[in-house]
């Protein structure tokens, strides 16, 4: 499905009626002609028909002719790893003055 705004946007999946990926969340962090959304979701598993653990999606997405297009995606596969990033991040951010400038990010 093609999204026009950001609101539409999903990486939920389903195929032949069956919901394949599953939003759980999701939280815009750069909005405008290109635009960062992170997911958490889960994953069916198709051989015991349940869901997965937890994981997470950060994508890219530029809007050409009126619709949001899929770039680019760096899915980070457990908890563990999300941790991980995030204790990089906290480390790399700690004693950088403001952080809010840069926010919109256009690359």
Request: glycine share 8%; proline share 0%; net charge negative.
């Amino acid at each position: 499905m093609a999204a026009s705004t950001v609101e539409e946007i999903t990486i939920s999946y389903e195929e032949e009626g069956i919901l394949l990926v599953k939003e759980l969340d999701k939280e815009v962090l750069t909005k405008g002609g290109w635009t960062t959304i992170m997911f958490k979701y889960q994953d069916l598993d198709k051989t015991t028909n349940s869901f997965k653990a937890t994981k997470i999606s950060i994508r890219r997405y530029q809007k050409q002719s009126g619709e949001y297009k899929q770039k680019s995606k760096f899915n980070i596969s457990s908890i563990a790893q999300a941790k991980k990033v995030l204790d990089v991040l906290t480390k790399w951010t700690e004693n950088e003055a403001g952080g809010e400038a840069d926010a919109g990010g256009e690359d």
